[in-house]
């Protein structure tokens, strides 16, 4: 992973003059683009600006409280960007899929047959446009005719 080295400078507070600059936005525009140049020619990345707390003496015994504007620049440690070498990972091999095997003796499940409307209509039930919820009514039905066997 690399590593960063930080810097911080204090955003600059008021505009810079040039020649067809006429409004205040333009002149501090061009004084911020002037810093982020400056560093970037350095090899700086920017990386954002934030607004951070200052504790300042006030007259002789007091404090307050100023909010600073600062601007962040990061840049790749030279050591840290010789060390780090990306390397490919190998994909492990799967083993082929297979169906289950049955031990001995054992038989398959016996697979049910498809339950018609017509089931549920004889037992009393209405048919659904369903096929789903017609099936889920006949295998009740079977069910509940089994258990009546039962009792």
């Known amino acids: 992973m690399p590593r960063y080295e930080y810097k911080v400078l204090p955003a600059p507070a008021k505009g810079r003059k040039a020649k067809g600059l006429k409004s205040p936005e ?25 607004l951070l707390p200052s504790d300042e003496r006030s007259g ?24 780090f070498a990306p390397r490919r990972i190998e994909t492990p091999e799967m083993p082929p899929v297979t169906e289950p095997q049955l ?20 037992a009393g039930l209405a048919a659904s446009s369903d096929p789903a919820i017609g099936a889920a009514l006949t295998t009740r039905a079977r069910l509940a ?6 009792d």
């Open 60 to 83: 002789l015994t007091g404090s307050t409280v100023n909010w600073r504007n600062v601007l962040v620049f990061r840049r790749p440690l030279e050591a840290a960007t010789e060390s």
């Open 26 to 50: 333009s002149r501090f525009a061009l004084a911020v683009e002037t810093t982020l140049n400056e560093m970037g020619a350095e090899g700086w990345e920017y990386l954002r600006a934030e």
């Open 103 to 122: 031990r001995a003796g054992e038989t398959p499940a016996p697979v049910a047959a498809p339950a018609t409307d017509e089931d549920a209509q004889d």
């Open 145 to 150: 005719g089994v258990r009546r066997d039962e």
